[in-house]
């Protein structure tokens, strides 16, 4: 029952880490946390930090809310639609690109599902995928651009690849530290079931 206990603790405690929430900003911030807080004007995310807060975001801040279960929730439609409207865009080419691949960049999964494994089995060989994948830049076959952006604008496109690198980097180390924690946690639990089982006998 013990042995049973702890293990179910330890999955409860991976499963945290991995149910994260993404609010993307009208600045372009990408903002990681948990929900806990939706009222009609804002929401507020808890974040972890030296000490759990909840920090409150007016909707009128917010471009999207990306929930971890894959749901996507669009705060400012007219901002989203001048983005993918070359013709009505007021960014500039480069800032253009940026915003693009903050809301339509998923070419990193690949990568971070890789380290995510590689971490969570044998955590220092993780990291030599983690190193490869982070310091690797996006290839253009992996970006997602919307219909109409202006592909032929070459500060548009220095944008959004530099910006898709590092989403991809900090996506790749992130996977890392969770496949690293879960089999920490996991180390822990089997070291204390083995203290146990010893000293009953």
């Known amino acids: ?3 049973f206990l702890l293990l179910l603790i330890s999955l409860s405690l991976g ?3 991995l149910a994260q929430d993404l609010v993307i900003t009208r600045a372009g911030d990408s903002l990681w946390g948990k929900v ?20 409150m975001f007016h909707k009128d801040m917010l471009n ?10 669009a705060f400012n439609e007219t901002i989203i639609s001048t983005a993918k409207d070359t013709a009505g865009s007021s960014l500039p080419g ?5 915003r693009d691949a903050e809301m339509y960049y998923k070419g990193y999964r690949t990568a ?9 089995f044998f955590p220092l060989f993780g990291l030599i995928p983690a190193i490869a994948c982070s310091t690797t830049p996006p290839s253009p076959q992996s970006f997602s651009i919307p219909q109409n952006a202006p592909i032929s ?8 690849q530099e910006q898709a690198k590092v989403i991809k980097k900090k996506k790749v180390w992130k996977n890392y530290a969770v496949g690293a924690g879960v089999a ?7 070291l204390v079931v083995m203290i146990t089982t010893l000293n009953s006998l």
Do not use: C, P
Not at 40 to 50: C, H, R, V, Y
Not at 94 to 98: A, F, K, L, N, T
């Open 64 to 73: 999207r809310l990306e929930y971890a279960n894959g749901v996507m929730v």
């Open 36 to 55: 806990k807080v939706v009222t009609a004007d804002s929401i507020g995310l808890e974040s972890d930090g030296n000490f759990v807060s909840i920090q």
């Open 94 to 98: 480069y800032d253009h690109g940026v």
């Open 1 to 3: 029952m013990k042995r």
């Open 153 to 160: 604008d070459s500060s548009y496109m220095r944008g959004y």
């Open 112 to 120: 971070g599902t890789t380290t995510l494994i590689s971490s969570l």
């Open 184 to 190: 920490a946690s996991l180390k822990v639990v089997a």
């Open 15 to 17: 499963s945290y880490l």
